[in-house]
């Protein structure tokens, strides 16, 4: 059952530019995460928020969550080679410890 | 050990044989996790288990069995390996309500 979807599914810019990446759910959540896959290999946790933040930053990161649109976005800032990976969003609808991962956006960072 | 590892690294198996993935955290994390990665379909719970001596099914539990005999350990079983079965397997770690720790995963072919 897919509860979050990322937008778009490929990203491609140059180097130095932001990435906007944007997640979308369905039901209720307890908080929302993101995380980065490179090729390759397992995934990597990089922020959570809760459903009652608005906003939160990590480094070049800043995420924003919207839960009256059920919409979450990622920015990267100052786009680096490295950040070429697959980013996706996962939810926890409850407090549960299960979380569901949307299929991820694919992002290319152009040298 | 540092973290959470799985092996083997991969796997050929032919159909019809029996295979455990084994999957091993050394953050004593109560919650533990089994994924499958495949191609346009992001990531799918396979089986979880939220405490040691407890288990539960996820997205796509048939054709997979779990244990969890003690916390650091969870291993996957795969009874009568199909061909369906082949993909990237991901094993990850949490304490409840936190940010999941994934291995390396373990790519299996199944012919």
């Known amino acids: 059952s897919q509860q979050g979807e990322e937008d778009p599914q490929a990203l491609s810019i140059q180097e130095g530019e932001n990435a906007t990446m944007n997640c979308s759910y369905k039901t209720s959540i307890n908080n929302l995460q993101w995380y980065r896959q490179n090729s390759g290999r397992g995934l990597v946790h990089l922020i959570l928020i809760r459903s009652n933040e608005r906003e939160k930053h990590s480094g070049r990161l800043r995420v924003t969550l919207d839960t009256s649109k059920k919409s979450s976005s990622l920015l990267i800032t100052a786009s680096r080679a490295a950040d070429t990976a697959s980013y996706f969003c996962a939810t926890a609808p409850n407090r549960d410890d299960k979380i569901i991962f949307g299929k991820g956006t694919r992002l290319h960072i152009l040298p | 050990i540092a973290g959470i590892t799985q092996a083997p690294t991969s796997q050929i198996l032919a159909a019809g044989r029996r295979m455990t993935l084994r999957c091993t955290q050394d953050?004593?994390?109560?919650?533990m996790y089994w994924y499958r990665q495949d191609l346009g379909l992001g990531l799918r719970l396979i089986h979880y288990?939220?405490?040691?001596?407890?288990?539960g099914k996820g997205e796509v539990p048939d054709g997979y069995s779990v244990s969890r005999a003690n916390t650091d350990d969870f291993p996957l079983t795969l009874a009568s390996a199909v061909p369906s079965q082949t993909s990237v397997y991901f094993c990850?770690?949490?304490?409840?309500?936190?940010?999941?720790?994934f291995g390396p995963g373990t790519r299996l072919t199944v012919l």
């Open positions: 990850a770690s949490s304490d409840s309500g936190g940010p999941q720790y």
């Open positions: 953050m004593r994390h109560n919650a």
């Open positions: 288990s939220n405490t040691a001596g407890t288990t």
